[in-house]
Each structure stands twice: as structure tokens, then as C-alpha cells.
């Protein structure tokens, strides 16, 4: 059974940076691509960002590109979320989550995930 732990967020004005993380255990990670998708209030799960198994190849969504950095660690079996000049618009509660080594963009194509953590942006 593949757990998927995120950490990371908070409240944090305009411009302010946040690292999210995504610990993982029961799985084979370094086998697995990792996605984050966040989810608004009254809005549907989007695509955030995905990286491949080797992390050789990163997806994002468009208006995220450039302030928001995927990474991961395989040692620590970690993803990470690196987000920078943080926006309103950015505020949601944010998930990670796995599938085999591939990243995609759907959220239907992943198979585990986690709770999520909340990342809030004040003006």
C-alpha cells in the first residue's frame, strides 16, 4: 500500500515562496512518476507539475511555469514543490500524487495519492 505524505504549506503574502513535500513509504518510488495537482474551493482538481521516475523530463502548467520548480529526491523518497512569487490565484490545497514511471497530466492517469496540504495567498 503506497502512502503519499504532504508538508509544506501555510499562508504566505504575494511574492512570499513556499516548499511543498511529498514523503512517500510502500511503494517503489524511484520507480514512480509524481505529480502535484491543487484543488480550489467550488473549482475542479488541476495539474500542477509532474516529474519522470529519473526526473530527466518535468511538465507544468502554463501559468506556473518558471515560478514553481518540481524535484525529487530518490534516497529520501521525496518529491518536492518549489513555489516562488506566490499569487492569490495560487491558493488551494495542494496534492501529490504517483504512477509509474511516466509523468502525465491527468489526474485520472495517476493511481495513489495523498491528503494534501493547504497553501494559502494573501494580497
Known amino acids: 500500500q503506497v502512502q503519499l505524505v504532504e508538508s509544506g504549506g501555510g499562508l504566505v503574502q504575494a511574492g512570499g515562496s513556499l516548499r511543498l513535500s511529498c514523503v512517500t513509504s510502500?511503494?517503489?518510488?524511484?520507480?514512480?512518476?509524481m505529480g502535484w495537482f491543487r484543488q480550489a474551493p467550488g473549482k475542479e482538481r488541476e495539474f500542477v507539475a509532474a516529474?519522470?521516475?529519473?526526473?530527466?523530463?518535468?511538465y507544468y502548467k502554463t501559468s506556473v511555469k518558471g515560478r514553481f520548480t518540481i524535484s525529487r529526491d530518490n534516497a529520501k523518497k521525496t518529491a518536492y514543490l518549489q513555489m516562488n512569487n506566490l499569487q492569490p490565484e495560487d491558493t488551494a490545497n495542494y496534492y501529490c500524487?504517483?504512477?509509474?514511471?511516466?509523468?502525465?497530466?491527468?489526474?485520472?492517469?495517476?493511481?495513489?495519492w495523498g491528503q494534501g496540504t493547504q497553501v494559502t495567498v494573501s494580497n
Open positions: 516529474i519522470s521516475w529519473n526526473g530527466a523530463v518535468t
Open positions: 500524487a504517483s504512477r509509474p514511471y511516466v509523468p502525465a497530466r491527468g489526474a485520472d492517469e495517476f493511481d495513489d
Open positions: 510502500g511503494g517503489t518510488f524511484s520507480t514512480s512518476a
